[in-house]
């Protein structure tokens, strides 16, 4: 649990009889997603399954999507970009810090180059991009009061 009292939703946490009645589905239905790829629990020392919050979101959506026609190739599919987009956003967030953390730190120096990697760089008051692919963000020094 966390300071606030919520659980982590990514705390491996359910045994598979307990995560199959969350989800709503029978435990042989969660074995054969897991061998299939679709839903990856976490393994104890023991080798037993230990499913988190948001593997029980994801059977559920495997079960909605499958309802809905969808094969299980194409669930797979959808799962792993809807992982992907989390996994962007969370970077995106870690880069917001980090660029909010340069602006902090460093308040002279308030031009900053994104490469076409993503790579953000900070530039001297003055200097230009290196490569002309360089997209350049510019904030003006606010006046010292």
């Not at 953390?101 to 991009?129: C, K, Q, W, Y």
């Amino acid at each position: 649990m966390s300071d606030t009292g919520s659980m982590d939703e990514n705390a491996p946490v359910f045994g598979i009889s307990v995560a199959a009645e969350l989800a709503g589905m029978h435990p042989q239905t969660l074995r054969q997603y897991d061998r299939l790829g679709l839903v990856s629990p976490t393994r104890t020392a023991g080798k037993s399954r230990r499913y988190s919050m948001r593997d029980i979101l994801q059977l559920r959506e495997v079960a909605r999507l499958g309802a809905e026609g969808v094969s299980l190739e194409g669930i797979a599919r959808i799962l792993q970009l809807e992982n992907e987009v989390v996994a962007l956003r969370h970077r995106v967030r870690e880069l917001e810090g980090a660029l909010a953390d340069e602006l902090l730190n460093r308040p002279g120096r308030r031009v900053f180059a994104a490469r076409g990697d993503g790579n953000v760089i900070s530039l001297r008051a003055g200097t230009r991009a290196q490569r002309p692919t360089d997209i350049v963000v510019w904030r003006p020094l606010l006046p010292e009061e």
